[in-house]
């Protein structure tokens, strides 16, 4: 419900009645004056189509957080003690389009083969010697490809960096409901701010790179293999508007602040982990250490 019309892009506290404002990048916010969560259900109504729930509770994300922390040999010592607090994570509600279509296309490639020789030959002592070769005959090869792309998700907003969006794959849509304010109150849900076009074209983008990946693991056979061109034709046949779920957490650490994403639907953690100095010298004095060993039995 919106609230006085004097009070621009506000919506009614459910709670209170008050006004809440609402910035044109939310759909959702907490009410100041008694913390109830407001949802602005008219504009997302409008202008999503879906909602992925979160499966991985507050919980186990920070268990996941610190598991990832641990798992980083590198790190300093106490990295691994860090406490991952519940009031260091926010969930939140991306806002990412969903594409389904066809692509299709022919490809001409070329492929080796590995076979190999023996030869028998003369060496200057008067030895005979077998030597054995591998070489390579190259063959060419060209086709017709297709298949259907079903829930390619581009990002939908600045605030999710495409490659993020990309690393944080995948997200199961099979669990997406249609849109309903339960489902995001609470959370800081965002809205779409890239235009459609944009993000189709960069999906675009990504589906035929994808396409020439599979048909060099899938179609080619051979020892060698080079994709040597690509005709490829992408036709859109749907694309939604869906909200997925993610974890934020903030972690101080050292004065400054870790940040990590989490997938809401599998755990998945991203996140840079500092790396100890210390140890990455004792690593490269240990191999130094090493080959000047085998220097030194070489004969130095």
Same mark, same amino acid.
């Given at each position: 419900?919106?609230?006085?019309?004097?009070?621009?892009?506000?919506?009614?506290?459910?709670?209170?009645?008050?006004?809440?404002?609402?910035?044109?990048?939310?759909?959702?916010?907490?009410?100041?004056?008694?913390?109830?969560?407001?949802?602005?259900?008219?504009?997302?109504?409008?202008?999503?189509?879906?909602?992925?729930?979160?499966?991985?509770?507050?919980?186990?994300?920070? =268990?996941?957080?610190? $598991? #990832?922390?641990?798992?980083?040999?590198?790190?300093? &010592? !106490? *990295? @691994? +003690?860090?406490?991952?607090?519940?009031?260091?994570?926010?969930?939140?509600?991306?806002?990412?389009?969903?594409?389904?279509?066809?692509?299709?296309?022919?490809?001409?490639?070329?492929?080796?083969?590995?076979?190999?020789?023996?030869?028998?030959?003369?060496?200057?002592?008067?030895?005979?010697?077998?030597?054995?070769?591998?070489?390579?005959?190259?063959?060419?090869?060209?086709?017709?490809?297709?298949?259907?792309?079903?829930?390619?998700?581009?990002?939908?907003?600045?605030?999710?960096?495409?490659?993020?969006?990309?690393?944080?794959?995948?997200?199961?849509?099979?669990?997406?409901?249609?849109?309903?304010?339960?489902?995001?109150?609470?959370?800081?849900?965002?809205?779409?701010?890239?235009?459609?076009?944009? =993000?189709?074209?960069? $999906? #675009?983008?990504?589906?035929?790179?994808?396409?020439? &990946? !599979? *048909? @060099? +693991?899938?179609?080619?056979?051979?020892?060698?293999?080079?994709?040597?061109?690509?005709?490829?034709?992408?036709?859109?046949?749907?694309?939604?508007?869906?909200?997925?779920?993610?974890?934020?957490?903030?972690?101080?650490?050292?004065?400054?602040?870790?940040?990590?994403?989490?997938?809401?639907?599998?755990?998945?953690?991203?996140?840079?982990?500092?790396?100890?100095?210390?140890?990455?010298?004792?690593?490269?004095?240990?191999?130094?250490?090493?080959?000047?060993?085998?220097?030194?039995?070489?004969?130095?």
């Amino acid at each position: 419900m919106r609230a006085d019309a004097n009070v621009p892009g506000a919506v009614a506290c459910p709670g209170c009645g008050a006004p809440v404002a609402m910035p044109t990048f939310r759909l959702s916010a907490v009410c100041a004056h008694c913390d109830t969560p407001v949802v602005d259900a008219a504009r997302a109504r409008a202008t999503v189509d879906a909602v992925v729930p979160f499966q991985v509770p507050r919980k186990a994300a920070a =268990a996941a957080i610190a $598991a #990832h922390l641990r798992a980083h040999r590198l790190a300093p &010592r !106490r *990295i @691994a +003690r860090l406490r991952v607090l519940d009031r260091h994570l926010e969930g939140e509600f991306m806002p990412v389009y969903a594409i389904d279509g066809t692509v299709t296309g022919r490809y001409e490639a070329e492929i080796g083969i590995h076979y190999t020789t023996t030869t028998t030959r003369r060496g200057l002592d008067g030895k005979r010697r077998t030597v054995t070769e591998v070489k390579t005959q190259w063959f060419s090869l060209r086709g017709r490809c297709g298949r259907n792309v079903e829930d390619h998700l581009a990002s939908g907003a600045t605030i999710l960096p495409e490659p993020v969006a990309n690393a944080l794959k995948p997200f199961d849509l099979g669990w997406a409901q249609a849109f309903d304010p339960r489902l995001v109150a609470g959370f800081a849900a965002y809205a779409f701010d890239t235009p459609r076009d944009q =993000a189709v074209d960069v $999906a #675009h983008d990504e589906i035929l790179a994808a396409e020439a &990946r !599979r *048909i @060099a +693991r899938d179609f080619l056979p051979g020892d060698e293999k080079n994709l040597a061109s690509l005709t490829s034709n992408l036709r859109i046949e749907r694309v939604r508007r869906v909200l997925v779920p993610i974890w934020r957490a903030k972690v101080p650490y050292a004065g400054r602040q870790l940040v990590f994403t989490v997938n809401g639907q599998t755990g998945r953690v991203l996140g840079k982990v500092p790396v100890s100095p210390w140890k990455v010298g004792g690593i490269v004095a240990a191999v130094a250490a090493v080959l000047l060993y085998l220097w030194w039995r070489a004969g130095g």
